[in-house]
């Protein structure tokens, strides 16, 4: 993995995937750098599981499921303009605070699954990352699948307990491989553990 503005670092005595920025929820940081902990972070795990996500650094990214910020804290670190999509008033208000302090980052109060309530913001974007734990996660992917050219990618993480609690998870992944189909070529697939259990990660291309 060679992404300009992610490193690895030791803290603690420990090799950690690091980004450069303010700190965000209580990672250690040492000469400004900050640890980026795969165990609350999807996108994090896919690094440290070596999948070729295809970043680069300095990418345009459209984030859906911010939450409070842990993760797209660090994707704002090495991206260029990075817009984040999240649906619950509360941890928005903790991401207006994370935004404060990257000015290329844009929180949005959105639901995910209606893409045109923000189609008039964002702008084409290289990247979708996607990390939004609800049903119809591939409809979700489908959905925002308008705002990449041809090419571009998609770095998804399943939850299989979010599209049915009771479901065997391998059949769940299936299921949601099956609706990427619509927009997405698949290029890449691993599950998360022991980082992130029964959550399939996905690297995929717009067609
Ligand atoms: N990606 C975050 C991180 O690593 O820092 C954690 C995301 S958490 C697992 C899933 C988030 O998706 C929750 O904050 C939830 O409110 C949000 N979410 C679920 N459905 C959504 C939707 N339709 N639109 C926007 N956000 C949604």
Same mark, same amino acid.
């Given at each position: 993995?060679?992404?300009?503005?992610?490193?690895? +670092? &030791?803290? %603690?005595? !420990?090799?950690?995937?690091?980004?450069?920025?303010?700190?965000?929820?209580? *990672?250690?940081?040492? @000469? #400004?750098? +900050? &640890?980026? %902990?795969? !165990?609350?972070?999807?996108?994090?795990?896919?690094?440290?599981?070596?999948? *070729?996500?295809?970043? @680069? #650094?300095?990418?345009?990214?459209?984030?859906?499921?911010?939450?409070?910020?842990?993760?797209?804290?660090?994707?704002?670190?090495?991206?260029?303009?990075?817009?984040?999509?999240?649906?619950?008033?509360?941890?928005?208000?903790?991401?207006?605070?994370?935004?404060?302090?990257?000015?290329?980052?844009?929180?949005?109060?959105?639901?995910?699954?209606?893409?045109?309530?923000?189609?008039?913001?964002?702008?084409?974007?290289?990247?979708?990352?996607?990390?939004?734990?609800?049903?119809?996660?591939?409809?979700?992917?489908?959905?925002?699948?308008?705002?990449?050219?041809?090419?571009?990618?998609?770095?998804?993480?399943?939850?299989?307990?979010?599209?049915?609690?009771?479901?065997?998870?391998?059949?769940?992944?299936?299921?949601?491989?099956?609706?990427?189909?619509?927009?997405?070529?698949?290029?890449?697939?691993?599950?998360?553990?022991?980082?992130?259990?029964?959550?399939?990660?996905?690297?995929?291309?717009?067609?």
């Amino acid at each position: 993995m060679t992404i300009d503005g992610v490193t690895r +670092r &030791a803290f %603690d005595g !420990r090799d950690r995937l690091a980004t450069q920025g303010p700190p965000v929820y209580g *990672e250690p940081t040492h @000469d #400004g750098w +900050r &640890a980026w %902990d795969a !165990r609350r972070s999807k996108l994090g795990a896919m690094l440290e599981k070596g999948m *070729e996500t295809g970043l @680069d #650094g300095g990418e345009t990214v459209l984030y859906l499921g911010a939450a409070s910020g842990t993760t797209v804290s660090h994707v704002a670190d090495f991206a260029g303009p990075t817009y984040a999509v999240e649906f619950a008033a509360r941890p928005v208000r903790d991401l207006i605070a994370v935004a404060e302090a990257r000015e290329n980052l844009f929180p949005l109060l959105k639901d995910a699954r209606k893409p045109e309530t923000y189609a008039h913001v964002v702008e084409p974007v290289d990247v979708i990352v996607q990390d939004v734990a609800t049903r119809g996660q591939a409809r979700v992917a489908c959905a925002n699948a308008r705002f990449l050219d041809a090419g571009g990618r998609l770095l998804l993480a399943v939850k299989a307990r979010s599209e049915n609690v009771v479901a065997d998870p391998g059949e769940v992944f299936e299921g949601v491989l099956d609706g990427l189909a619509a927009e997405y070529d698949v290029l890449e697939t691993a599950r998360l553990e022991p980082f992130h259990d029964d959550h399939l990660a996905v690297v995929a291309e717009k067609r």
